[in-house]
């Protein structure tokens, strides 16, 4: 299979592809532009240059490029479960689906999976089949027939409200854009034999690079453990259930068949210091998007898998404080607010506490005093936000709230 899809699937010989693959490239480039303009960058330098370093690993003459381009691979922060890559070379990363990941070589694998369609070129096998991908016109029609409601920032913003998304800001972009190679590549998939053909050349680049390849089918079960509780938000690839079962399975029959050996051996990879390291802090900002969009379980969670790594992290008791307030906003019942207020209180102290220097627990604070008229303790939470950052954006509309307690 390996061999077949390297040969250039779908072209004889004969026959000459390199214009209409220019021309493949070149949409692809276009819509990578378009997805980094639009969707929400995860900006951490130490984090691109260890992905670049596990990109360099999983290429087996330690080159990492396809035609002579090097693969590039940008995180993208949206809560949703994706990865995906463009037949450039982009590989585009959700932290959503990093946050669920436990070992850097599960991790290795999702890359591998997509560098794997890079390099056998499955989005021009897949246009010369029957059919091709669905055209931009079909996209953008397919996503207003269930509406372009998305989780932002925005949708957070000055009011704090929790956003209700039909689908995530990287979604909205793909599908209102009608990009349709991130489309395929990210939703709709490559259809099911290239897909295993991307687990089998993602578990060989795998072994090559010295991981453990019992990592492959962990990282789908992984990603497929949490699903129920994920919502309409998952409408990508790798958020699908059946679709994570086959990975699952296609890759566990792999090590039973083809790398027991390397399952085996006691020098395999599993994960490193590294990745322990760098993750606390994306699981820690999928966290808060989470909470934005609502999922307060999954939220919860993967805040408290950061503060069991680090206790006396401030902006995660900043985020949970978060997550018990607006959690409030939706209670059932004046006790469940009224705890939901409380803990919310709690966590924003120690906030404070843990570093008296961080201004947005202050913000918070001051508002959650002021509901409940301690005019006190709000007028100081609101001074000591604007004596820490006098510069704040909504400085005026919390200037205004002091100008009230005053009166």
């Known amino acids: 299979m390996l061999a077949a899809a390297c040969a250039s699937p779908g072209v004889t010989a004969g026959q000459t592809s390199v214009k209409p693959e220019l021309e493949l490239w070149a949409q692809a480039e276009k819509e990578a532009a378009q997805v980094d303009a639009r969707a929400r960058l995860y900006d951490d330098p130490r984090l691109d240059a260890y992905l670049a370093r596990i990109v360099e690993k999983l290429s087996p003459d330690g080159a990492p490029r396809v035609e002579g381009r090097a693969f590039r691979v940008t995180v993208v922060r949206d809560p949703a ?11 585009f990363v959700h932290t959503g689906l990093l946050a669920c990941l436990e070992s850097e070589a ?14 056998n070129r499955h989005a021009w096998a897949l246009a010369r089949t029957a059919g091709g991908r669905p055209s931009a016109s079909t996209i953008v029609a397919s996503a207003a027939s269930i509406g ?29 854009r009608g990009l349709p190679l991130a489309a395929e590549a990210a939703i709709y998939g490559h259809g099911p034999d290239l897909e295993r053909d991307a687990d089998a050349g993602g578990m060989a680049r795998l072994v090559s690079a010295g991981y453990n390849p019992k990592e492959a089918s962990r990282a789908f079960d992984v990603l497929r453990r949490d699903l129920a509780s994920r919502g309409s938000f998952e409408i990508f690839f790798f958020g699908n259930r059946e679709r994570l079962a086959e990975r699952a399975a296609t890759t566990a029959e792999l090590v039973r068949t083809h790398y027991a050996a390397a399952a085996a051996s006691p020098d395999t990879v599993r994960t490193t210091a590294e990745f322990g390291l760098l993750m606390p802090a994306v699981i820690r900002e999928n966290a808060r998007l989470d909470v934005q969009a609502g999922r307060f379980t999954l939220a919860a969670e993967q805040l408290d898998r950061v503060l069991a790594v680090t206790p006396r992290d401030p902006v995660a008791h900043l985020y949970y404080g978060d997550l018990y307030r607006l959690g409030s906003q939706r209670a059932q019942s004046i006790g469940e607010e009224t705890d939901g207020t409380r803990q919310a209180i709690e966590r924003y102290e120690s906030a404070v506490q843990l570093d008296p220097a961080f201004a947005d627990p202050f913000r918070q604070l001051g508002f959650l005093y002021y509901q409940q008229q301690e005019t006190a303790r709000a007028r100081a939470a609101f001074q000591q936000y604007l004596a820490l950052k006098p510069d704040a954006p909504d400085a005026e509309r919390v200037a205004g709230y002091l100008a009230d307690l005053d009166d």
Request: no cysteine.
């Open 81 to 91: 479960l994706s990865a995906f890559s463009l037949p450039s070379g982009r590989i």
């Open 106 to 119: 599960q991790l290795a694998m999702i890359l591998a999976h997509e560098m794997t369609h890079v390099t």
């Open 148 to 176: 372009l409601e998305r989780a932002t920032d925005a949708s957070v913003g000055t009011s704090d409200g929790v956003g209700t998304a039909a689908m995530s800001a990287t979604a909205s972009t793909i599908l209102g």
